[in-house]
C-alpha cells in the first residue's frame, strides 16, 4: 500500500517537472511531449487503479473473516447466492406461482430483518 502511494506521489511530481521544463526550458517538440504526459498520466491512472482494487480485495478478505460480524454485514458466498433459486421458466410453472413465491420469501426475509433488529 505504501509502495503505491509513494509511485502515484512520485510520478504526480515527475508530471509536473516534466510540464514545467517543457514551459521554460522547451526541452521536447510538442507531440513528444504530448506523449510523455500522456504516458505518465496512464501510467498514474494504472497505479490508482491497481491501489484500490488491492484496497477493496484487503478490505473484502477482512470482513469475510470477522466472525464478530453481524450475518448481514459479511460477504455473500456463492453458495448463499445460488441457493433454492426461483426458476420461472421451469415447466409447468405459471407465472402467478412464481411471483406467489417470491412473496412469501420477501415475507420470510422481512420477518428476519425484524429479529435481528430486535
Known amino acids: 500500500m505504501k509502495s503505491t502511494l509513494f509511485g502515484g506521489v ?32 496512464a501510467v498514474f491512472a494504472i497505479l490508482v ?18 466472525p464478530t460480524l453481524p450475518v448481514r454485514w459479511r460477504p455473500l458466498s456463492r453458495q448463499s447466492v445460488n441457493r433454492d433459486p426461483v426458476q420461472p421458466e421451469a415447466p409447468g410453472r405459471s407465472l402467478c406461482s412464481v411471483v406467489g413465491d417470491l412473496h412469501d420469501r420477501v415475507e420470510r426475509l422481512s420477518h428476519a430483518h425484524q429479529l435481528v433488529l430486535r
Open 49 to 66: 487503479a491497481v491501489w484500490f482494487t488491492r484496497k477493496e480485495y484487503k478490505d473484502y478478505r477482512r470482513q469475510a473473516s470477522n
Open 10 to 41: 512520485a510520478l504526480f511530481i515527475l508530471g509536473i517537472v516534466v510540464a514545467l521544463a517543457q514551459l521554460w526550458l522547451n526541452v521536447w517538440r510538442a507531440d513528444t511531449f504530448v506523449k510523455i504526459e500522456i504516458t505518465i498520466g
